[in-house]
């Protein structure tokens, strides 16, 4: 089992920057990736930026240019830095964690973590 905890949300103007943490512990040598993904009210989570435990990154159209996602492998932490927030970036924002364990594949997720942009 791997557990997630995010920090980091809060309410920022539009314009601005937040970042985000996400810390693994447990079974963290089983996470072959990390990601975030978001949420609003009446629609499907999204994905926001995945990364994998060899660095490489993957980001939605919506996060290209913006958000930066990153990793810091010996504190099993992911962090995701949102710059020039709008507010349509306004959601719950949730980490994720991929696992690779016994010849299956598992998925985690956090808590979430509510990210408001005003305009």
């Known amino acids: 089992q791997v557990q997630l905890v995010e920090s980091g949300g809060g309410v920022v103007q539009a314009g601005g920057s937040l970042r985000l943490s996400c810390a693994a512990s447990?079974?963290?040598?089983?996470?072959?990736?990390m990601g975030w993904y978001r949420q609003v009210p009446g629609k499907q989570r999204e994905l926001v930026a995945t990364i994998t435990r060899g660095g490489n990154t993957n980001y939605a159209e919506c996060a290209k240019g913006r958000f930066t996602i990153s990793r810091d492998n010996a504190k099993n932490t992911v962090y995701l830095q949102m710059d020039s927030l709008k507010p349509e970036d306004t959601a719950v924002y949730y980490c994720?964690?991929?696992?690779?364990?016994?010849?299956?594949?598992?998925?985690?997720w956090g808590q979430g973590t509510q990210v408001t942009v005003s305009s």
């Open positions: 994720n964690a991929n696992r690779y364990y016994g010849g299956s594949n598992y998925s985690q």
């Open positions: 447990g079974s963290t040598f089983s996470i072959t990736s």
